[in-house]
């Protein structure tokens, strides 16, 4: 067992076999998330239709992540300047891992991002993090239209 207070963190890009952890993480984080801002029903359809695993497959090759002891604990996606699914398994979390992926994204260019409005949590990361709200929209969340803000970090 690893003691999430003392351990060693590296940060890369992530490979093909970084796929079930990821898998696991992502889907994991989705529905801590989403699974309460969404119908069992949508919550299902997320599943059945392994979003997580379109998702890998459209992006794993411009994902980093965080990895502790060979085990992803923290992926972030960072493409085209938008920064998407910043992600930290739960008991890794409050150790700056989100922090550091976040910052390494920004550093090769994420300037924007998207955040659910009742993820609270997470925009105030994001704000301590020196990012700022700078729009609202609706973003569709498999098939769920749910109110985002767009944030950016100069």
Known sequence: MIDPLNFDCLFRPAVDSDHDDLHRLLSSCWME????????????????????????????NSMQVA???????????QSDGCITALNVAKEFRHNRIGFSLLHNAHMSGGCQLLVG?????????????????????????????????????E
Request: aromatic share 14%; proline share 3%; net charge positive.
């Open 33 to 60: 998330t989403y699974g309460r801002q969404v119908s069992p029903k949508i919550a299902g359809r997320f599943i059945d239709e392994d979003c997580v695993g379109e998702h890998l497959r459209l992006f794993l």
């Open 117 to 153: 409005v009742f993820n609270v949590p997470a925009i105030r990361f994001y704000e301590r993090c020196g990012w700022k709200k700078a729009g609202q929209f609706f973003e569709d969340i498999c098939g769920v239209e749910l109110s985002v803000f767009l944030m950016v970090r």
């Open 67 to 77: 990895v502790v002891d060979g085990r992803v604990v923290g992926a972030i996606n």
